[in-house]
């Protein structure tokens, strides 16, 4: 069975400044996606970025970006010039379509940005 | 216009008490699902609909039973409402297996 790993429950970081958050998963399926996901306080659900697993490049979003390493199912985010409106619960998340279409979440990881 | 909706967005109950949250979705997507938050806020799927057919059932109490009309709509019925239920009850769709997830704002559930 698929299992997603955020091993920092909480994280801090400065505004401005440079955090990355951990995730490693586990999975014998070849061909799948990745996910990272904001929750705000206002507890909707917002896409950050995306990586489909046959795709070697790294994705990016403006600030945001992973480092994708498919051999070692590790899968972190990088949030450059932090700012206070990215206070938040992230989470990783799998998905596979042989699964369903379903998603699995890791665990999650709050982050705070201090002014 | 809301992509995904759901009503209600607060629901306090009693125990024992029988409950539905509703959910719409006017992107004309294929799939449905709902996903529940417990208080740790771990997120894990309950259900998930493709054209109306239930695709994954995934180990839920029978006192929990969705319902699809049409494609669009996906609702949550809940009997005999125990306190373990509360939670945050969130609704999803894509427009087929391989993603491209859109959520709902979610429906907290508090069960007194």
């Known amino acids: 069975a698929q299992t997603v790993t955020q091993s920092q429950p909480e994280m801090s970081v400065q505004e401005a400044e440079t955090v990355t958050l951990s995730c490693t998963y586990d999975?014998?399926?070849?061909?799948?996606?990745l996910f990272w996901y904001k929750q705000p306080p206002s507890r909707q659900m917002i896409l950050v970025i995306r990586?489909?697993?046959?795709?070697?490049q790294n994705a990016t979003e403006n600030r945001f970006s992973v480092n994708f390493q498919k051999a070692a199912k590790s899968f972190s985010l990088k949030i450059s010039d932090s700012q206070l409106g990215d206070t938040a619960m992230y989470f990783c998340?799998?998905?596979?379509?042989?699964?369903?279409?379903?998603?699995?979440f890791g665990q999650g990881t709050e982050l705070s940005v201090k002014p | 216009d809301t992509a995904v909706s759901q009503t209600p967005k607060y629901l306090v109950t009693q125990m024992g008490n029988d409950k539905s949250i509703k959910c719409e979705q006017n992107?004309?997507?294929?799939?449905m699902y709902w996903y529940k938050q417990d208080s740790k806020k771990f997120l894990k799927i309950m259900f998930s609909?493709?054209?109306?057919?239930?695709?994954i059932n995934e180990t839920v109490p029978n006192r929990f039973s969705p319902k699809s009309p049409d494609k669009a709509h996906l609702n949550l019925h809940i009997n005999s409402l125990e306190l373990g239920d509360s939670a945050v009850y969130f609704c999803?769709?894509?427009?087929?297996?391989?993603?491209?997830?859109?959520f709902g704002s979610g429906t907290r559930l508090t069960v007194v």
């Open positions: 998340a799998f998905h596979s379509p042989n699964q369903g279409g379903k998603l699995i």
């Open positions: 990586q489909e697993a046959y795709k070697q």
């Open positions: 992107l004309g997507h294929d799939t």
């Open positions: 999975t014998s399926e070849s061909n799948y996606y």
């Open positions: 609909y493709n054209n109306k057919e239930l695709i």
């Open positions: 999803a769709s894509s427009p087929d297996l391989w993603g491209g997830y859109t």
